[in-house]
């Protein structure tokens, strides 16, 4: 919501001061110009990303128009769902949580979590490692050392999208210009014509220039940027996952593993120690 908030302010903005400055808007209407900035921007978008990059662009656009999912609410959820499975652990042992980690969606102890159960991700990377505590003898530093790669590897990847509108914004300002030389191609073709016809054929060569700029730095630029806040949240909760179970590795009870975890997190997302703890027993009475 925030975004399209964003959006009207720049454009009401920009076109706002325009026409309280005398200008008419109708001269900004250069369907020709808009073709040629888009349709080339467009095309070297495609050009320049792998089709997985691509799509991956186009799946990443309405999740960041609706706004983050990372809520305190949604953190609180995930790590509660920590403790049970570590207390699960601690009381039955580990051979315990075999089935919940086999298929998490038949679980009843994922189910109580529908915020985290959702995220697929999330899910896999949770349930991979526990799976690797059940089944294997690898020690707290092996383990570390391939979660920081896994960890690593998608947000790398994750980054993609982002990358990839960074240099679309980058790229329309240039293709502004291409559509303003253009105009000005066709005027300097049109020089018999009268002064006030060439004025406006140089009018509409200039607002090709205008459109590139103010459609890289007002709404493309800005929604890379966004894009890329996204993916440091998204990483932030698999940190968060990832102290939490190699404390638990390392000999600390479920209730101070969790505290690892909520430490790690953004001050705006993080709950206190007391809300946290309410939390947990709440969910753990259920």
């Not at 990377?125 to 092996?142: H, K, W």
């Not at 800005?222 to 940190?239: H, I, N, R, S």
Request: net charge negative; glycine share 10%.
């Amino acid at each position: 919501m925030l975004v399209i908030v964003g959006y009207v302010v720049v454009v009401l903005c920009v076109f706002g001061g325009y026409a309280m400055h005398g200008g008419h808007l109708g001269a900004l209407w250069q369907p020709t110009e808009v073709l040629t900035i888009l349709g080339g921007a467009m095309g070297a978008f495609i050009v320049s990303n792998s089709a997985k990059v691509s799509k991956a662009t186009l799946g990443a656009l309405p999740r960041v128009l609706k706004g983050s999912a990372h809520s305190k609410a949604r953190y609180m959820a995930m790590m509660a769902l920590l403790f049970e499975i570590l207390t699960k652990i601690r009381k039955e042992g580990l051979m315990s949580i075999e089935r919940d980690v086999e298929d998490p969606h038949e679980s009843p102890m994922f189910a109580k979590y529908p915020e985290v159960s959702g995220d697929h991700h999330l899910i896999e990377f949770i349930t991979d490692y526990l799976r690797l505590m059940v089944s294997g003898n690898l020690n707290p530093l092996e383990i570390e050392a391939l979660m920081d790669s896994e960890i690593e590897t998608h947000h790398h990847e994750a980054e993609g999208p982002s990358h990839a509108m960074a240099k679309l914004g980058d790229g329309l300002p240039a293709f502004g210009i291409v559509a303003a030389v253009m105009g000005v191609v066709h005027v300097m073709g049109s020089v018999g014509k009268p002064p006030a016809e060439l004025g406006l054929m140089i009018a509409a060569a200039l607002v090709g220039t205008f459109l590139g700029i103010l459609l890289a730095y007002g709404f493309v630029t800005p929604l890379a940027g966004l894009m890329e806040q996204f993916v440091q949240e998204d990483t932030k909760q698999f940190e968060c996952v990832k102290v939490t179970l190699l404390a638990s590795l390392n000999g600390y009870s479920p209730a101070l593993a969790i505290e690892f975890g909520r430490k790690v997190l953004y001050s705006t997302e993080r709950p206190t120690f007391n809300e946290l703890e309410d939390h947990v027993k709440q969910h753990s009475k259920k």
